[in-house]
């Protein structure tokens, strides 16, 4: 459909910013009234751009990183891996960066990262923290802030990789195991 082809590419093009229904309509060269015979809302738009177009690459990287048996591994390869497909796939980058912006407009495939290998970390032992939701918002924000970089600015090498490190030594890890966890080599990922 027109109109997602067009959402998708003001998402690329807008990055951060919070791109509005007119902005679809006028990328799209479609009538409002267009617009709202498919959807209600921007919400809405931006949910079926994800079963579209973002579902399927993050879930297949989840899906890779549940074959990991260590949450502190698994963690931080999830996150490289959407850092890693979001410089190869600049719109899915942006789409990711753009519904993972609050709680009106997440949805449930990323709502589940990273809280579940949180939990496990800290009821193996493998991390430590006092709080569920600043480690949480500590993951989440480090990964939002990564993405926007990847996206709109120039960050070297092995930045992934550097900031995993600095995620798991974060939640508890020794810098010589957290390093090493986050400098092993990405998993392949079976396409959709």
Known sequence: ????????????????????????????????????????????????????????????????????????????????????????????????????????TINSDLLAYPRPDLISGLNTGRFSFDNIDSANDLVVGGIRRAL????SETRSEHYDEALGTMLLRALGLETDEAASLAGKPLLEIRPA
């Open 1 to 104: 459909m027109k109109l997602l082809a067009s959402a998708a590419r003001v998402i690329a093009q807008r990055g951060e910013e919070k791109a509005t229904i007119d902005d679809f309509i006028q990328a799209a060269g479609v009538a409002r009234g267009t617009f709202y015979n498919y959807y209600s809302t921007r919400n809405e738009l931006l949910e079926d751009l994800w079963t579209g177009i973002g579902r399927d690459p993050f879930r297949a990287i989840s899906d890779a990183c549940a074959t990991l048996d260590d949450p502190a591994e698994r963690l931080v390869t999830q996150a490289r891996m959407v850092l890693t497909c979001a410089a190869g796939n600049p719109t899915w980058g942006w789409l990711v960066y753009a519904l993972s912006v609050d709680a009106d």
């Open 148 to 151: 926007r970089a990847i996206l």
